[in-house]
């Protein structure tokens, strides 16, 4: 079921008052959020900040968070940089073999909201660039929860380690193709 059914319902904060636009309902989530740290300087939200951040984070569709995205993340060139990949082509295809493409921005970044791609996960993921292929070695079945996360910061996170095979990238440092 790829669709997702939000449930609106009314914060209420201390004193029975109801809390304003930008705050959130899970302290939880409102903690990891503010963890990101503020924006960066000259770089207003909206389709090209906080690249490499886990957009699903806020862009999750619920009550007061930003528009909801099914698909979000970041490409970078290389393994070893956070030189954004711009206009890379990131091919998504869902288990009914229902198939998208979106384009990174100039920030490397790339989103679809469910109007334009809902998907029925697990997902398979490939970027293509020039005549480069790299194909995602494994599937993106979700985040352990009821939902799926198709938010590749959720994953791919830096430092590659033992929890995470680094930020999404096109090359490694010898210009070979990176595992994803």
Do not use: W
């Not at 334009?116 to 293509?128: I, K, N």
């Amino acid at each position: 079921m790829g669709r997702r059914f939000i449930v609106a319902h009314l914060c209420i904060g201390l004193g029975g008052t109801l809390l304003g636009a930008g705050a959130g309902c899970d302290p939880v989530v409102d903690d990891a959020v503010a963890a990101l740290g503020p924006e960066k300087p000259g770089v207003p939200p909206g389709p090209t900040h906080r690249p490499g951040q886990p957009c699903l984070l806020c862009h999750d569709g619920s009550l007061f968070h930003p528009h909801q995205f099914t698909v979000a993340g970041t490409v970078f060139q290389r393994t070893d940089t956070v030189d954004p990949a711009v206009g890379v082509q990131v091919d998504l295809t869902d288990i009914r073999g229902a198939v998208t493409t979106v384009t990174a921005n100039m920030a490397g970044n790339f989103y679809l909201t469910p109007a334009q791609y809902d998907p029925t996960f697990p997902l398979q993921v490939s970027l293509r660039s020039g005549s480069t292929l790299v194909a995602m070695e494994t599937l993106i079945e979700g985040n352990g929860t009821v939902e799926p996360n198709g938010g590749c910061a959720s994953c791919h996170a830096d430092p590659a380690g033992p929890s995470s095979p680094g930020h999404v990238a096109v090359a490694l440092p010898d210009g070979g193709a990176p595992p994803l």
